[in-house]
């Protein structure tokens, strides 16, 4: 494990400038870090402090909000509560959220099930005795019309109770790992790249991969592997004809490879769910570039690609208690939510990523990071 740290002692809601910088230095040193003991911190003084990531960012969730299924699919199963006077702050968690949550009043929260996106789900029955899967892992961001967020910070409010959870993968591997329930799981994009060999790693510094319009609702009946890595087989893709206009200029080509602003290091990100084409070249040999558009041979060299890492070795469920806020690097990690019973009871988080506007990144040329 070679990421991931935990910070104590910080005060979020009074950050001075050189306090910041080390904390930034910190999340993409490390990645990932818990920030213990944030009970005070209010809503608004999150949103400003993911505002000190990224100033020119929109104040709104990284996948949006107010949208229904038409634009994004599953997602608009999913209710986003945005808390009053926030700034851009939402609410999510699972089950009954009080009678006042920072001016939420009454609101109960059902979260996305994996049942709603795994091609073969988890039986209820094996829910209830503590049973679980990943739910779906991925990076923050709508990505049509917007590319992902900088950074995510989740803070836990109220942790549901209960014993721990037995994770399967039930990929006919056997693998399990356990996990406290109300936790969020994470793996590295900069593990996931430095597990490549030398060619594939030539490869992927320099392909891209591009989304289909209005991606979430693009894809379908498509649905995700046990494991809550990669695409299961079957499943059809809505035809573009009959999503919701869009725009050609909105529908953005990815690099595979996101470079760390503070350490150069390159991670690997890419989202399986969603992805139309594959833009693939080499430099050793020197190749012209091939467009893969058949969503069979994209989905088999997604899933090997991301089977490298999908061992429990190399995926962390970092202890979150009430009053801890975890804030990551979105361009070097990908996480997933974990499904717990009922019976556990609710769970409360503010959660905030921000959504990149749209600047001077022209369709089809490889992105300049250092302009974004």
């Not at 996106?117 to 503590?130: C, D, M, N, Q, W």
């Not at 591997?173 to 030539?202: I, N, V, W």
Request: net charge negative; charged share 20%.
């Amino acid at each position: 494990m070679k990421f991931g740290a935990t910070v104590t002692g910080a005060d979020l809601g009074n950050l001075d400038e050189a306090t910041f910088q080390t904390l930034r230095e910190a999340v993409y040193k490390h990645s990932l870090i818990v920030l213990k003991n944030q009970h005070d911190l209010y809503p608004a003084k999150q949103f400003e402090l993911i505002q000190r990531f990224d100033p020119d960012a929109k104040s709104q969730h990284g996948f949006g909000a107010g949208k229904g299924s038409k634009l994004v699919g599953f997602l608009g199963d999913m209710p986003y509560y945005g808390i009053p006077n926030s700034g851009g702050v939402n609410l999510v968690g699972h089950g009954y959220q009080g009678p006042d949550h920072y001016g939420l009043n009454d609101v109960t929260i059902r979260a996305v099930p994996q049942s709603r996106v795994h091609a073969t789900p988890l039986p209820a029955s094996e829910l209830a005795k503590g049973q679980t899967r990943f739910n779906s892992f991925h990076f923050d961001g709508s990505i049509y019309g917007a590319y992902p967020s900088r950074v995510t910070a989740f803070r836990c409010v109220k942790a549901p109770r209960g014993p721990p959870l037995t994770i399967r993968w039930d990929d006919g591997t056997g693998r399990t790992m356990q996990c406290q329930p109300g936790g969020t799981a994470f793996f590295s994009g900069e593990q996931l790249y430095g597990l490549l060999p030398d060619d594939e790693k030539d490869l992927v510094d320099n392909s891209y991969w591009e989304p289909g319009p209005h991606p979430f609702a693009w894809m379908g009946t498509r649905r995700l592997r046990s494991s809550g890595m990669g695409l299961a087989p079957g499943g059809e893709t809505v035809p573009l004809e009959d999503l919701p206009e869009w725009s050609p200029d909105k529908v953005y080509k990815f690099p595979m490879v996101w470079v760390n602003p503070v350490t150069g290091a390159k991670a690997l990100q890419i989202f399986p769910d969603i992805i139309r084409k594959l833009y693939i070249k080499t430099t050793v040999p020197l190749a012209s570039e091939k467009v893969v558009e058949n969503l069979e041979e994209i989905r088999v060299w997604v899933n090997d690609i991301y089977d490298r890492i999908a061992t429990p070795e190399y995926i962390i469920v970092p202890e979150c208690e009430e009053g801890d806020l975890i804030l990551w690097n979105n361009w070097g990690v990908q996480h997933s939510a974990i499904e717990y019973p009922d019976s556990y009871g609710s769970r409360s988080s503010t959660s905030l990523s921000t959504l990149l506007p749209l600047r001077s990144w022209s369709f089809g040329k490889k992105a300049n990071q250092n302009d974004l």
